[in-house]
Nanobody, 122 residues
């Protein structure tokens, strides 16, 4: 089973930037879609950004224009570049992968990473 490991989280001041990485233990080429969710304390986990095998991306409204997702199949890695960070971006960020378009759309059978903490504070 392919495993995913996130890195790149940390403490950053408002307006700062971070780049999260999610490296798979095997090939991500076979996955239809990969991306990132986040969960803040007391809130449900929600989608931040996703990218499919065609390179089509989608973002939650609150991060559009600030975050950029990318996928490097050769390195089996998914990235999330986060700019102009705000305190409300503080959360644990989880990498996910879906094998099929049905799984992606329905949120079923996702492969998950262990999460990385992002804290935006002055």
């Amino acid at each position: 089973q392919v495993q995913f490991v996130e890195s790149g989280g940390g403490l950053v001041q408002p307006g700062g930037s971070l780049r999260l990485s999610c490296k798979a233990s095997g090939s991500i080429f076979s996955f239809y879609a990969t991306g990132w969710y986040r969960q803040a304390p007391g809130k449900q986990r929600g989608l931040v950004a996703g990218i499919n095998s065609s390179g089509t991306t989608n973002y939650t409204t609150s991060v559009k224009g600030r975050f950029t997702i990318s996928r490097d199949n050769a390195k089996n890695t998914v990235y999330l570049q986060m700019n102009s960070l705000k305190p409300e971006d503080t959360a644990v960020y989880y990498c996910f992968a879906a094998r099929s378009v049905i799984d992606y759309v329905r949120g079923n059978n996702y492969y998950w990473g262990q999460g990385t903490q992002v804290t935006v504070s002055s």
